[in-house]
């Protein structure tokens, strides 16, 4: 049986994000193509509200 709402449900489709950052492993920052520090970028942190990345601890948010 299927339920009625998804006679009328449209899927979503996820937009590509490509983040300008990446993880620096020897620093253990996230950094911007230029070098800079990817947390001294406001303009990024005001788009993305974090540059929290998954290569560290996946228990802790400030990796």
């Known amino acids: 049986m299927r339920p009625f709402t998804l006679n009328y449900a449209v899927p979503q489709r996820v937009p590509a994000v490509v983040t300008p950052y990446h993880y620096d492993a020897s620093r253990q920052l996230n ?5 800079r520090l990817a947390v001294s970028d406001r303009a990024l942190l005001h788009a993305a509200g974090t540059t929290t990345s998954t290569a ?8």
């Open 31 to 35: 950094v911007l193509p230029d070098g």
């Open 56 to 63: 560290g601890s996946q228990t802790h948010f400030d990796d």
